[in-house]
């Protein structure tokens, strides 16, 4: 961001997102608060417990998680959850990808990187359009493993029960591998937990899986430094289920045909958009990137004519 350049009224959606973003983060992480201020706030986690967003609310002192998990645990439970998954649709359909921008403790850490002054990058087009769908590959993938598990929980005991354990953890907990929440709020803090019960840096190649995936994940969060949302657009299981739903959302962004003036003399909606998306490609009627857009507001933030507007229906 160009201090020099700053002006409050031009930034105020950023602002009020960033203090929304602040809120949510340690309310849903309200352990943070409790270690802070030596208080109890126990009676949060029947309100908290369950969100539309991977996330794990009392982490790393307890098992919560993210409505997207409870719905795959349930399935490898043998369980269709029917009502989570009905809840999830009308709360996507009611916000579209809402939490994604402003609530999302995920998010926000990104968007902390990505605040760092550092002249930000964008990916080729092509490869962009490929590597979006590596988020939908590992929710097939999680699929066609899990609800034939879910499956044989309620025609063969036996068999489910040496079909789970050949899993490992993926049978107990579906996401935890690609999870970046799972890696901030519960793999790093057992590690360095483990290190100084230990006082060796023996638990960190343990397993060597695990380790490979933190380095992945550190990795990423480096990354996103330079390319704002990186795990959000390409790797976030959520995000997958999400973004399908999200392009029949009633919330919508639309473009003014009569104030939009184009690409060519402006453009500014994208250069400013943190998950790459082509918005002057998209009818001016509704845009939602395929159900990329997070509704962060970047683009009717900067839009200097005025063009980009919110609609309900």
């Known amino acids: 961001m160009d201090l020099k350049n700053f002006k409050l009224r031009n930034h105020l959606i950023t602002i009020f997102r960033r203090i929304v973003q602040i809120v949510a983060f340690l309310l849903i992480n309200y352990v943070i608060l409790e270690l802070i201020f030596s208080i109890n706030l126990i009676g949060l986690e029947g309100v908290l417990k ?3 967003i991977l996330n794990s609310p009392r982490n790393p002192l307890s098992h919560g998680a993210g409505m997207l998990e409870y719905i795959f645990f349930s399935i490898t439970e043998g369980i269709i959850p029917i009502f989570l998954i009905g809840i999830l649709i009308i709360i996507i359909l009611l916000t579209s990808r809402f939490f994604c921008g402003w609530i999302c403790p995920i998010g ?7 605040a760092i002054p550092t002249k930000k990058k964008t990916i080729k087009p092509s490869t962009h359009k490929s590597l979006l769908k590596i988020k939908y590959v590992i929710v097939i993938i999680l699929v066609i493993i899990l609800v034939p598990l879910g499956i044989t929980a309620t025609t063969s005991v036996s068999f489910y029960i040496d079909y789970k354990a050949n899993l490992g953890t993926l049978g107990n907990k579906p996401l935890s591998f690609f999870s970046l929440a799972e890696y901030i709020f519960v793999f790093f803090p057992n590690i360095i937990r483990e290190i100084f019960q230990t006082n060796s840096l023996a638990p960190i190649f343990s397993n060597l899986l695990v380790f490979f995936v ?7 969060i480096i990354a996103s430094v330079w ?3 990186v795990y959000c657009r390409y790797f976030c299981p959520f995000a997958a289920v999400s973004s399908t739903i999200s392009e029949y959302s009633f919330l919508k962004l639309s473009r003014s045909p009569v104030r939009c003036v184009g690409r060519t003399d402006c453009g500014i909606c994208e250069k400013e958009c943190p998950k790459q998306i082509r918005i002057l490609d998209e009818p001016f ?4 990137g395929k159900g990329e857009c997070n509704y962060c507001l970047k683009c009717k933030e900067s839009c200097p004519y005025g063009a980009i507007e919110i609609k309900f229906g």
């Open 50 to 52: 369950v969100l539309p």
């Open 214 to 220: 933190s380095i992945f994940y550190l990795v990423l």
């Open 108 to 114: 926000a850490i990104q968007d902390a990187c990505a």
């Open 285 to 288: 009627e509704f845009f939602t």
């Open 227 to 229: 390319y704002p949302r």
